[in-house]
């Protein structure tokens, strides 16, 4: 079955630093990826998303692109901000519907 | 009023008690979706309904009921839980149930099974 593994958190980052958090997957054929984000107290909204292998989704400042060879979606920001804390999830889609797989979800905290 | 509203978003109770969970989006979508969120854990998918039929059930222990009443709204009804099905349950909405992957969600309702 599909699976998301993503890096157990917290990070914790100054401001201003580079952020790298990891992302890898398993599918079947070539599913669609995305990014979601949980700001404290709210849903999860989508924060970007690549739909076939080399797309690079981007927003915000943040990137990931799909990369086939490494099943691998990691989600890269140049510059932290504190408003940038809070949790991140990868997850992918395989097309039979919206049926989403989510990892567990990486918290991220950034500090002054 | 923001696109996805969920109430209670919190909610106590004992384990011979029925409660429901509401969840209402005013996106004009039509699908719609439970979610348990745990922690240290990958959210899992509960019930999708799609134009008001059910077309997902993952599974889910039948002390869980859902509702969908038309493509606005969407229930979840609760009884003879168990302390372990305390967690954030969160709805979420999208156009259509296709390949997209682009889900609204609510902000959740916590719940906790005493």
């Known amino acids: 079955g599909n699976s998301v593994t993503q890096m157990e958190g917290p990070v914790t980052l100054s401001e201003e630093a580079f952020l790298t958090i990891n992302c890898t997957y398993t599918a079947t054929g070539y599913p669609s990826l995305f990014w979601y984000v949980q700001y404290p107290g709210e849903g999860l909204q989508l924060l970007l998303k690549a739909t076939k292998a080399d797309d690079k989704g981007s927003n915000k400042g943040f990137e990931a692109t799909y990369r086939k060879e490494t099943t691998s979606f990691h989600l890269e920001k140049g510059s932290v901000q504190v408003s940038d804390s809070a949790v991140y999830f990868c997850?992918?889609?395989?097309?039979?519907?919206?049926?989403?797989?989510f990892g567990t979800g990486t918290q991220l905290k950034v500090e002054l | 009023e923001t696109g996805v509203t969920q109430t209670p978003r919190h909610l106590v109770m004992g384990m011979t008690n029925k409660k429901s969970l509401k969840c209402e989006q005013h996106?004009?979508?039509?699908?719609m979706y439970w979610y348990k969120q745990s922690a240290k854990k990958p959210l899992e998918l509960m019930f999708v309904?799609?134009?008001?039929?059910?077309?997902e059930n993952n599974s889910v222990p039948s002390r869980f009921s859902p509702e969908c009443p038309n493509s606005s709204h969407l229930f979840l009804h609760l009884h003879t839980l168990q302390p372990e099905d305390s967690a954030l349950y969160l709805c979420a909405s999208s156009q259509d149930w296709g390949e997209n992957g682009e889900l609204f969600f609510g902000e959740g309702s916590r719940l906790t099974v005493l």
């Open positions: 997850a992918l889609s395989d097309h039979r519907g919206n049926k989403l797989t």
């Open positions: 996106l004009g979508h039509n699908a």
């Open positions: 309904y799609n134009f008001k039929e059910q077309t």
